[in-house]
T-cell receptor, first 113, second 113 residues
């Protein structure tokens, strides 16, 4: 199993540009999550999904959108990039709601200038 | 979720036990203590969790005081690969609890050769 994969690994965006961060998992997990981690800080939940077609907001959803058309994929869309969105983005998945079962991808490092 | 307090940094000699403390004096009766770690530039990794009793797995041991106001994560034989930031979290999980992993600053453990 590849686990949780994320692309791209790095990206530089100009203010106002848009992009999609890709996340995929091959563990047949129902639950998927997007977190962001600012330099020197902890994780903050952006969006999560409990299954295909079902998504909900986390702590910091503004400026982002998600979709979940399949069990495997959970892309995160940034519509109008702002410098405040400079961060490392982690995707995670889990079989259940149990926190200890969250498996993380390697992250996407995004810089908005 | 209860607030947790951890030392900012610790050193440990390679091969020795690393004891990482965490204070959670306001923890409620149904909040678990979770430990995660994050090796530089990687996604977080689950280590162990517990409610009241001491717990051990292949990675570490978790010692929770009888009053549950503090706990200690023990890595019995630290290696250089254990150099990471370690996060202690107190939260309710499962159907009654949260999806979200919220990390504070954590303890940066440096394992010294």
């Amino acid at each position: 199993n590849a686990g949780v994969t994320q692309t791209p690994k790095f990206r530089i965006l100009k203010i106002g540009q848009s992009m999609t961060l890709q996340c995929a998992q091959d563990m047949n997990h129902n639950y998927m999550y997007w977190y962001r981690q600012d330099p020197g800080m902890g994780l903050k939940l952006i969006y999560y999904s409990v299954g295909a077609g079902i998504t909900d907001k986390g702590e910091v959803p503004n400026g982002y959108n998600v979709s979940r058309s399949t069990t495997e994929d959970f892309p995160l869309r940034l519509e109008l990039a702002a410098p405040s969105q400079t961060s490392v983005y982690f995707c995670a998945s889990s079989y259940s709601r149990e926190v200890y079962e969250q498996y993380f991808g390697p992250g996407t490092r995004l810089t908005v200038t | 979720d209860a607030k947790t307090t951890q030392p900012t940094s610790m050193d440990c000699a390679e091969g020795r036990a690393a004891n990482l403390p965490c204070n959670h004096s306001t923890i409620s009766g149904n909040e678990y203590v979770y430990w995660y770690r994050q090796i530089h530039s990687q996604g977080p990794q689950y280590i162990i969790h517990g409610l009241k009793n001491n717990e051990t797995n292949e990675m570490a041991s978790l010692i929770i005081t009888e009053d549950r106001k503090s706990s200690t994560l023990i890595l019995p034989h630290a290696t250089l690969r254990d150099t990471a930031v370690y996060y202690c979290i107190a939260l309710i999980t499962g159907w009654a609890g949260s999806y979200q992993l919220t990390f504070g600053k954590g303890t940066k453990l440096s394992v010294i050769p």
